[in-house]
């Protein structure tokens, strides 16, 4: 998939290692820069692949997913906001699936900085009838920052939904999530972790609610660390459809799920607030580091 994005035709070069291209119905925001390349939608500010020179992709991006107006995509980094899960429609919220403006871009020798913002509109009152601006900024070099800001009045869950590329699912290792977590799997009981995550197989969808700050996914396949740093989070998200349940969702392949795994920087259990005075912020940093 990391191969189309970078083929597409450009419709305009926004600068020597930025241009705008369509991705079906998509446009996108591609980066092809000496030190890195990367990938962001209009639609929901999207980051669908980071790679940095020398290394495989560090995203997910499904095979499966389509690239159409109004439809989420599954993979990458997707914004969930105001809210997270299925606690209403659309589910993690209208801000992945409107479009957005590129109010920002600029690069130097080492990284390619993108500002991308979303405000209150009619298509938003249907959803939340509350005013705000949303602002994306990502800079993208060895390391991936990715930072939500929202100004406005109020109070709200959100994430930054990341999925990260893996050699195998049933080989990977997931530390520093802490010890206490929420199991949405069986019905939402609190239950306790010793050590690292693992994973045989299985549904695997937890919010961990005492996480460190550097969560790490060791991958023995890949010969790496994915370190993903949270700030302004409350709680860490552990997901893995599984086998069964990868067959259920149709922009997964069936075999999808052995290669990804979602740990997502979050505000669940404590929502962000928002005032007049003081913007709320949740922001990631994703690194790496040999095995």
């Known amino acids: 998939m990391y191969d189309t994005l970078f083929a597409l035709p450009v419709k305009e070069q926004l600068s020597s290692s930025v241009s705008l291209r369509q991705l079906d119905q998509l446009p996108v925001i591609v980066i092809d820069h000496p030190l890195v390349r990367a990938a962001v939608t209009l639609q929901g500010a999207h980051l669908i692949a980071w790679q940095p020179a020398g290394e495989e992709a560090v995203l997910w991006l499904s095979e499966a997913s389509a690239f159409k107006d109004g439809v989420a995509i599954r993979g990458g980094i997707p914004i969930c906001w105001p809210w997270f899960g299925k606690v209403a429609s659309p589910n993690h919220g209208f801000a ?92 939402g ?42 700030h302004n989070h409350s709680d860490v998200v552990a997901w893995n459809p599984g086998a069964a349940l990868a067959k259920q969702i149709g922009d997964i392949t069936d075999e999808g799920y052995k290669t990804y795994v979602c740990v997502e920087t979050a505000r669940v259990n404590d929502p962000l607030t928002a005032t007049a005075s003081a913007p709320a912020r949740l922001s990631t940093v994703i690194s790496l580091r040999k095995a």
């Open 96 to 187: 992945r699936i409107l479009p957005w403006q590129l109010s920002e871009h600029h690069e130097d020798e080492g990284q390619v900085t993108l500002t991308l913002t979303l405000h209150d509109s009619t298509a938003t009152e249907q959803y939340w009838p509350k005013p705000f601006t949303l602002t994306a900024k990502y800079v993208l070099g060895k390391t991936c920052s990715v930072e939500l800001e929202a100004q406005g009045d109020f109070q709200n869950t959100t994430a930054l939904h990341s999925y990260f590329n893996i050699g195998d699912i049933t080989q990977v290792k997931i530390s520093g999530l802490g010890d206490s977590y929420i199991d949405k799997v069986k019905d």
């Open 189 to 230: 009981i609190t239950a306790q972790q010793k050590g690292e995550l693992g994973f045989s197989g299985e549904e695997v969808d937890r919010v961990y609610t005492h996480p460190e700050s550097v969560s790490q996914i060791h991958d023995p396949l890949l010969k790496r660390i994915i370190e993903i740093h949270h």
